[in-house]
């Protein structure tokens, strides 16, 4: 099929700030879609707003005819564009984009956006800030609206980086455009009425920084003590082997501390935890939602055997209890060839069942004994941690 929709990214100039492409390409629409900001910008007879809830739906019915979409700055940019374009061949539209606001924000400040973290967050909890906040960093991010730059002010100064200094852009590009610049910790004077935001963050202060090593401290999470140890974890990290866009298996979650550092390692990749025990699996979920990764954690409740059935095929799976000859076998069966299964083992029971398998299926065992120093009288000696045998081994 012929090209027939044109994808126009506008900015807060409207249209004088479009090309001559980006008119031509309006012009020769007979529908155009929109947001209501956006479509109140133009004259034309068939004007058309976007659904609620969002769905491209619309579009899709006038396939064929000529039709343009009208988006804020860069299409492609937490636009409209996306999901069109992954619902239609290459040949049938065409884009012509405008400055995004991650553009016109670096461009008043003189960032460079090779340097800068870009978030949206106007359809995202500001958890999912927090991984990233370290001082020094520089980020770009859009909010909801005006409201919610209080709440990314409290966010900051609760996480103990209240110094960071935010930039508030309202409007940018159009004759509306303001700046204004404060410390997380301090009011924001007027108030933020409009509902076009984006901040521009440098952060600063003592709050605790989530390291980019696997293995990261046991109190960051919440747990009863059912926990793959920090030590461990990293090992066990090491043998799973995160690789961007990967799916992993955690059995057993837990507090789910795996399954989140996994999702640590690559903002593409996505984990399923799978926990018989209630209390932890709810545990495991808001872990998961403090470090704004719930969008990428799903949890099952339940026995490894009643659920692993209707799961999409893993990458990686790591067993952190509950191990026995049954489920390896049913893993064994279902797994996809290449996939990495890293097996953990605390009791005597288990640490025969892994050899066994080490025997039969090769892979590596790595027997994990860890001390660590404390108070012994007046004086310290060393507290030996049960040890854990670790398999790990390629299907």
């Known amino acids: 099929m012929d090209e027939w929709l044109s994808i126009i990214g506008i900015g807060e100039d409207g249209l004088a700030g479009l090309s001559g492409a980006s008119r031509d390409a309006l012009g020769r629409a007979e529908t155009v879609f929109g947001g209501p900001r956006h479509l109140a910008m133009i004259d034309h007879p068939d004007r058309r707003p976007w659904p609620v809830p969002f769905s491209v739906a619309p579009v899709l019915e006038l396939r064929g005819r000529p039709v343009a979409v009208l988006a804020s700055g860069d299409p492609f940019w937490h636009g409209a564009g996306g999901s ?13 984009p405008a400055p995004s606001v991650v553009s016109l924000a670096a461009a008043r400040l003189g960032w460079r956006l090779e340097d800068v973290l870009l978030l949206g ?109 920090r030590e461990t974890r990293a090992l066990a990290l090491s043998a799973l082997a995160p690789r961007g866009g990967e799916l992993l298996w955690d059995i057993g979650a837990g507090s789910g501390s795996v399954g989140i550092e996994w999702l640590l390692a690559d903002p593409r990749n996505r984990a399923i935890g799978i926990e018989r025990d209630p209390a932890r699996a709810a545990r495991a979920k808001g872990n998961a939602a403090r470090f704004g990764l719930g969008s990428r954690y799903r949890l099952c ?18 067993i952190g209890g509950g191990a026995c000859e049954a489920l390896l076998r049913v893993l064994w069966e279902v797994l996809p060839a290449g996939c990495r299964l890293v097996a953990h083992a605390v ?10 398998w080490h025997g039969t299926c090769g892979g590596s065992l790595l027997r994990i004994e860890l001390s660590r120093a404390a108070p012994l009288g007046r004086r310290h000696g060393w507290r030996a941690s049960y040890p854990v045998v670790q398999w790990s081994v390629t299907r």
Do not use: C, Y
């Open 84 to 96: 069109l374009a992954a619902a239609l061949a290459p040949r049938e539209w065409r884009t012509f």
């Open 121 to 229: 967050l106007h359809a995202a909890p500001l958890a999912r800030l927090r991984p990233h906040l370290s001082p020094g960093r520089r980020i770009i991010l859009t909010l909801r609206d005006g409201g919610s730059v209080a709440g990314l002010a409290a966010f900051l100064v609760a996480e103990g980086f209240g110094q960071s200094r935010l930039r508030v852009m309202e409007a940018l590009g159009g004759p509306q455009e303001r700046i204004r610049e404060i410390r997380a910790e301090d009011p924001l004077e007027g108030g933020v009425p409009g509902p076009l935001v984006a901040i521009a963050l440098e952060v600063e202060g003592p709050g605790r920084v989530v390291p980019r090593a696997s293995g990261i401290s046991d109190d960051f999470f919440d747990h009863d003590g059912q926990i793959t140890k």
């Open 301 to 318: 409740e339940g026995a490894a055997l009643d659920v692993i059935a209707g799961l999409p095929a893993p990458q990686a799976v790591f």
């Open 347 to 356: 009791t005597l029971e288990t640490e025969s069942l892994l050899a066994a």
